[in-house]
């Protein structure tokens, strides 16, 4: 019989330079459109994903999808992103803080549940971006959005 050839493994980091490198080429020749377009086509071509890189492949898809006017698709991303965000800190830590100041849930996020009328919702994206260390911005964002309730 002959030897099966042993499939290629990739460690995490090399998933998430491989997504962050494809996107940003996505971004550099094709624009917002196709760079959300090859986020959807690596999820659905990578069989295992880490968790850790689906973080960031959501919260990139967040970017791109509400740049490009589609809603839902970047409040689901919002979401998941938040569902896998405690992955990327641990599994990825030193990409993570590299990434932490770009970080885009939180932000549109905020933007979408203050257009719903969801202050309790917005205040408590506040308090996660606060707590990741986002700093000044969301605490001003917060003291705003509690001034209108």
């Known amino acids: 019989m002959a030897d099966r050839i042993a499939p290629i493994r990739k460690t995490t980091a090399e998933i998430l ?3 962050l490198a494809g996107h ?9 459109e196709k760079a ?11 069989h295992s994903i880490p968790n850790a890189v689906k973080f960031f492949l959501y919260d990139l898809l967040a970017d791109d999808a509400f740049r490009c006017d589609d809603i839902e698709t970047c409040r689901e991303a919002v979401g998941k992103a938040a569902d896998y965000l405690p992955a990327a800190q641990e599994e990825t830590s030193q990409r993570f803080r590299e990434y932490t100041p770009s970080i885009r849930l939180y932000e549109l996020g905020i933007s979408l549940a203050m257009d719903e009328g969801e202050f309790e919702k917005a205040l408590s994206l506040c308090d996660q971006a606060l707590a990741v260390g986002l700093g000044k911005a969301y605490a001003a964002k917060k003291a705003s959005i509690e001034r209108m309730m």
Not at 24 to 32: N, S, W, Y
């Open 17 to 19: 330079t491989d997504l």
């Open 24 to 32: 940003d080429e996505a971004m550099r020749f094709g624009g917002v």
């Open 36 to 46: 959300k377009k090859y986020l959807l086509n690596f999820f659905e071509r990578a």
